[in-house]
């Protein structure tokens, strides 16, 4: 069992920058890729970044490539988001997620083939 607990959200002017952090406890997340997963007001839950468990291989969402980078650090069990040039669209609550794997270089970008999930964390981009 793995317990996420995102943090660093907050309120930030258009063309700002955030860093979202996610810890893991209950087990090391190295046998597991990481996921960054939205939900804006009114809408469905969409992808935003994934990193696989050796960190080699990264995939971001059309609508944040340039502008946002996933990064891990299995020995701090934690892994992050940097935001940069945040955008009001970027406005939504923010969810990481820990898929276990075999393949170290492997990713996902469905939410169902996630296995753990934290409560999430609010961004909020003011124009």
């Known amino acids: 069992q793995v317990q996420l607990v995102e943090s660093g959200g907050g309120l930030v002017q258009a063309g700002g920058s955030l860093r979202l952090s996610c810890a893991a406890s209950?087990?090391?997340?190295?046998?597991?890729?990481m996921g960054w997963f939205r939900q804006a007001p009114g809408k469905e839950r969409e992808f935003v970044s994934v990193?696989?468990?050796?960190?080699?291989?990264?995939y971001h969402a059309d609508s944040v490539k340039g502008r946002f980078t996933i990064s891990r650090s299995n020995a701090k069990n934690t892994f992050y988001l940097q935001m940069n040039n945040l955008k009001p669209e970027d406005t939504a609550v923010y969810y990481c997620?820990?898929?276990?794997?075999?393949?170290?270089?492997?990713?996902?970008?469905?939410?169902?083939?996630?296995?753990?999930w934290g409560q999430g964390t609010q961004v909020r981009v003011a124009s």
């Open positions: 997620a820990a898929h276990e794997t075999s393949y170290s270089g492997s990713y996902y970008l469905n939410g169902y083939e996630y296995d753990y």
């Open positions: 209950g087990r090391t997340v190295s046998t597991y890729a």
């Open positions: 990193i696989s468990r050796s960190g080699g291989n990264l």
